[in-house]
């Protein structure tokens, strides 16, 4: 334990009480060898003394048969207020934070796909657990993944909790709901939501944008009556498509997290 600036500058109170903290009971005339010793300090006997003497009047040493060590009573108070400032000092940095927003850009939609699943995994490796909600203004179309990628999706779904809210409630949307469904995601249709698309990963917020075009054709891809109409070719031809270029936002903050959930 070094203890620095508590007595005024006064080096040589600050070595005995150093001292004292790694080894205990010590005589005065073993303080004083100890101190030129191992500081190199230019002092008297007579004023390790009388250093000796201070700190045993104000209570920082006690002084028994065999020598000085260090009052229980005010190391523990030294202790004590040591941690209050750790705490105080982390709390001033925590809400000092600057919060961090990063952008990434994808050619394809595809592309953000695979990076979304590669995110959701490096989250469950280091928290040990992942709550997503999702907002969509279509329901996910669930089979543009690829058999190795729903495979690593099932892997880490015993560690995911998944809500997906959906704002446009429509037959093929229903049909993607259930699909959903069956592999333990909880989906909710709520127009109420807003028409952009945003991600809770744990205390991680991201925003995905995509041009106005490849929102068109989303829309219509899913105004259909019978799911059975619905075109998987095109869609998945669409979503590898440039025109589907798709940039997302990514800011990790807790307390806004918590509140936009």
Known sequence: MTIESLFGGNSTKEKIIELLSKNWPLSAKKIYNQLQKEY???????????????????????????????????????????EKIKDELEQENENKEIKTVQKFTFN???EFLKFQLGFMEEIVKKDKKLDMIFHYRQAPYPHVLSN??????KKIMPKVKWTIIVKKDNPMGRWCAKQWRQMGVNVIFDSNI?????????????????????????????????????????TIEDISDPKFKTIVTIMKDKELADMLR
């Open 40 to 82: 190199h300090i230019s002092i008297t006997y007579q004023a390790t003394h009388k250093a000796l003497k201070e700190l045993f009047e104000s209570k920082v040493l006690e002084k028994r048969k065999e020598g000085y060590l260090l009052n229980k009573e005010w190391a523990e108070k030294l202790e004590s207020f040591s």
């Open 194 to 234: 807003s028409e952009d698309r945003m991600m809770f990963l744990n205390d991680y917020i991201l925003n995905v944008y995509t041009s106005k075009t490849s929102l068109k054709a989303w829309d219509d891809s899913y105004d259909i009556k019978d799911v059975n109409d619905f075109n998987v070719n095109s």
């Open 108 to 110: 394809n939609h595809i």
């Open 148 to 153: 190795e990628q729903i495979g690593r999706m």
